[in-house]
């Protein structure tokens, strides 16, 4: 058939592709992936690929905090739930996807927290977005007050809601406090804010924000992403080990970080997590994670539950390369976690010194830019885990000194 459609959008798509990613290559921030291959009992260590062949590389950016995604108890449970049950779960949680470990899972999550029920996810991700889109939405005419430095998702999960929004300043429960006495007393709110920032490292004044929060009667959200498997003497994160989980009403973490493997929830009061399991159309119309995957997160929530190894391991490295860090004077952000980011500053820089440490020194850090961090605090997100060791720090150290040296780049003070 001969077409005589008349173009009447003559929307060139292939350039403005282009040259969007032209402007992000000239400003620095298009995201290249380092591509590596993690080896079983060589943790923290990974293959990678070069024009020279295979590299042993040293992994400094992960969030497999605890070395749990190489457990072997993990990975036992995961093969024995692979040969038993097979593959994927074959359907949806509503329909024919639930299995026996996903029930497992939710009963082991919920005692994580002292918390009545869980619910799990596909994503920590997916947990965020799609409770705070379900709640916001369903609540009529709710409000969410949301930390300044919160998470891409739960930014994603508001907006979605088409709640109002009100944004408190970071970690300021004062300012929270005067927003929502503003508030109609009447109508529903729910604050929403993390415990560990990702890219920061700080923690939340979580009981001051929560006591703010039930003061006006609203739902405490809090995202435990960075907590949860490292902090509190089960592992439930720091809500838990500030002996304050009471104040929570709905506490989301994920699977993917210390415990090794993917998949997020929410845990809190029965009626509510019935409710959300009841409405939320990204745990509804998706398939549920495979059993697997499912089962190994059992494993890895009780094995955290009991041993404090990891924790302690973790916590020393932390600060021992902090300690290392202050010596050198390479300038980091201060907090009390785990996560030690290294300011640069500058896009570009930033990018250099990451190149330089995989191409000289085999050592993996991707670099962090606009937009997961603001303009101007372009930094290096240092994750040390469990199972680095002091040794392999003094080697890290050693390497952004002589970086620090060779680019005349700012020390602290
Ligand atoms: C990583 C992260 C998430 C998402 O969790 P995933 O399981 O990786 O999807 C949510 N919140 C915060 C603060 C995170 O850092």
Known sequence: MNTTLKVINDMDYWNFFNASLTKMKSEGRYRI????????????????????????????CGNDYLGMGQNPDVIASMIETIQRIGAGSGGTRNISGTTNPHVFLE???????????????????VANETTLATLGSA?????????????????EGIRHSKAEKIIFKHNDYGDLES????????RPKIVAFESIYSMEGDIAPIQELAEVSKKYNALVYLDEVHG???????????AQMRKISHLIDITQGTLGKAYGLMGGYIAGKAPLIDFVRSMAPGFIFTTSLPPSIV?????????????????????????????????????????????VPVIVGDAKICKEVAKKLLNDYD???????YP???????????????????????ELVEALTAIWDAMSLKKAA
């Not at 609540?139 to 930014?155: F, T, Y």
């Not at 303009?375 to 469990?386: C, D, F, I, V």
């Open 372 to 394: 997961t961090v603001p303009m101007g605090t372009e930094r290096l997100r240092l994750t040390p885990s469990a199972l680095h060791t002091f040794e392999m720090i003094d």
């Open 139 to 155: 609540l009529p005419g709710c409000v969410i007050l949301s930390d300044a430095h919160n998470h891409a998702s739960m930014i």
């Open 295 to 339: 089962a190994g997160a059992v494993t890895s929530i009780q094995h955290l539950k009991q041993s404090r190894i990891e924790r302690e391991c973790h916590q020393s490295n932390a600060a021992y390369l902090k300690k290392k860090l202050e010596q050198t004077q390479i300038p980091y952000l201060e907090s009390e976690s785990h996560i």
């Open 228 to 238: 949860v498997g490292m902090y509190g003497h089960k592992g439930g994160g720091i």
């Open 179 to 186: 927003h929502l006495q503003k508030i109609d007393p009447v």
């Open 363 to 369: 050592i993996y850090v991707q670099p962090i830019n």
């Open 33 to 60: 992936f380092q591509s590596l291959e993690r080896c079983v009992g060589e943790f923290p260590y990974a293959m990678r690929q070069t024009s020279n062949g295979t590299q042993k590389t040293i992994i400094w």
């Open 107 to 125: 009963e082991e999550i919920a005692t994580l927290h002292d918390q009545e029920a869980a619910l799990v996810f596909t994503s920590g991700y």
